[in-house]
């Protein structure tokens, strides 16, 4: 069945230094990649997305990049700030037709830490 | 930006009782939403698509009899956990998709809710 595996499953770096999670998806008609942060005890939120016909998206401090071939989709966070600190899932959406169809499968989450 | 809403935000019941959960799309009205169940620590996994007007579909493993859901209308579906036990305390999180290809919604798959933390004593 569809899956996506996504690693680390704990992060801890320095503020100020970059922070890369990783997932891999099991689908290959799988076209659209979004990353949630996740608060403790809220909903998650839409940091940024990416479709299977682009490479690469960056919005600021945040960047996604993904193989298609590989089936490998990644977040950079760049510059991190404590406040980045919160739980990030990975999803890819499981596709039936138009690109806005289908259902999302998330990836097991990673708990990033920044330290002062 | 697009908002849902849930209600209520945490819940306390008894062993036995039923519990109904809301989720509210505020400013665009979904077709379609999703209902999902967060344990601690752990990824969200989809229990249901919920499309207005036609009966939900669940996921494999999940009891349709025991997790009622109604989408009465555009902008408001329901979760209703019946005859509640211990092992159904977790967080619920519902998500509404926006109109297709309509700005300022084009593009995303989804808008999630604040999530329901329900505790069955």
């Known amino acids: 069945g569809e899956n996506v595996e996504q690693h680390p499953s704990t992060l801890s770096v320095q503020e100020g230094d970059s922070a890369v999670i990783k997932c891999t998806y099991s689908d290959s008609a799988s076209n659209y990649f979004p990353w949630y942060k996740q608060e403790l005890g809220k909903g998650p939120q839409l940091i940024i997305d990416i479709r299977s016909n682009v490479g690469e998206k960056k919005d600021q401090r945040i960047a996604v990049t993904l193989n298609k071939t590989a089936k490998h989709f990644s977040l950079h966070i760049t510059e991190t700030q404590p406040e980045d600190s919160a739980v990030y899932f990975c999803a890819a959406l499981v596709s039936h037709g138009s690109s806005n169809t289908g259902k999302l499968i998330f990836g097991q989450g990673t708990t990033l830490q920044v330290k002062p | 930006g697009a908002v849902v809403s849930q209600h209520p935000s945490r819940v306390i019941c008894k062993s036995g009782t039923s519990v109904k959960i809301e989720c509210r799309s505020l400013?665009?009205?979904?077709?379609?939403m999703f209902w999902y169940r967060q344990f601690p620590k752990q990824s969200l996994m989809l229990m249901a698509t919920s499309n207005e007007g036609s009966k939900a579909t669940y996921e494999q493993g999940v009891e349709k009899d025991k997790f009622l859901i109604n989408h009465a209308s555009l902008t408001l579906s329901t979760l209703t956990v019946t005859s509640a036990h211990p092992e159904d305390s977790s967080f619920y999180i519902c998500?509404?998709?926006?109109?297709?290809?309509?700005?300022?919604?084009?593009?995303?798959?989804?808008?999630f809710g604040p999530g329901t933390r329900l505790l069955v004593l």
């Open positions: 400013d665009f009205q979904a077709t379609t």
């Open positions: 998500s509404a998709r926006p109109p297709q290809g309509q700005p300022p919604y084009a593009g995303v798959s989804q808008y």
